[in-house]
């Protein structure tokens, strides 16, 4: 089955400090998809990275970035010299590529991240 | 613009009192589906849409109906809301693999 574990329900940091959200998930397809998503104060869900599970290179984008690792089935993201705006609740989702799933996202709880000035 | 609109975004109501959240896009894509958020279990998929007159459940269907008539609405129905439904709800499309989500539509059942 299916599932994502974001073990850090909340984490506080200090305006320029980096910081890293874990995520860990399981699955027993070859073929599959993580992602990540924000959510601002404001509610609405905003796409931040789609990775296909045959691609285990790093992408940086900005202050963005994320660490794919197979051997431990991990996709973290991390920020850096992080932002009051970056204050949002993040969430890692994985997603099977076999339509008999539905095309389902399965979602982790979320980590809220709160960024001090 | 492409998009995913939902209303109404705000509610509150009472048990047992129908109630339908639209869902509706603009991507002519065929996948749409459900997705209720709660705190501490992130987003849980209610039903989903394959295309028009296909509609299968997904994770937590009890309590919903859907229904898939055209391409591109897919409206949210709550028979007999309880207070167990209040949430923030998602509708999504999907295209080129990517999910596309409304703003959410927090419901409040008293």
């Known amino acids: 089955a299916q599932k994502v574990t974001q073990a850090q329900t909340e984490i506080s940091v200090v305006e320029k400090e980096d910081v890293t959200l874990d995520c860990v998930y399981e699955?027993?397809?070859?073929?599959?998809?993580l992602f990540w998503y924000k959510q601002p104060p404001s509610g609405e869900l905003v796409f931040l990275i789609r990775r296909n599970s045959f691609d285990e290179q790093n992408e940086i984008s900005g202050r963005y970035s994320w660490n794919f690792q197979k051997s431990t089935s991990s996709f973290n993201f991390t920020i850096t010299a992080s932002q009051v705006v970056d204050s949002a609740v993040y969430f890692c989702?994985?997603?099977?590529?076999?339509?008999?799933?539905?095309?389902?996202?399965?979602f982790g709880a979320g980590t809220i991240l709160r960024v001090k000035s | 613009e492409a998009q995913v609109t939902q209303n109404p975004r705000y509610l509150i109501t009472v048990t047992g009192k129908k109630l339908t959240v639209t869902c509706s896009q603009n991507m002519n894509h065929e996948y749409m589906s459900w997705y209720r958020q709660d705190p501490g279990l992130g987003l849980r998929q209610i039903y989903y849409s394959m295309n028009v007159e296909v509609t299968d459940k997904g994770d937590v269907p009890e309590g919903y109906k859907v229904s898939r008539k055209e391409k591109r609405n897919f409206p949210l129905i709550l028979e007999s809301p309880s207070p167990n439904q209040t949430s923030l709800y998602f509708c999504?499309?999907?295209?080129?693999?990517?999910?596309?989500f409304g703003e959410g539509s927090r419901l409040t059942v008293l």
């Open positions: 999504a499309s999907k295209g080129d693999g990517e999910l596309f």
């Open positions: 699955t027993r397809d070859t073929t599959y998809y």
């Open positions: 989702a994985l997603s099977e590529a076999g339509r008999e799933y539905g095309n389902k996202l399965v």
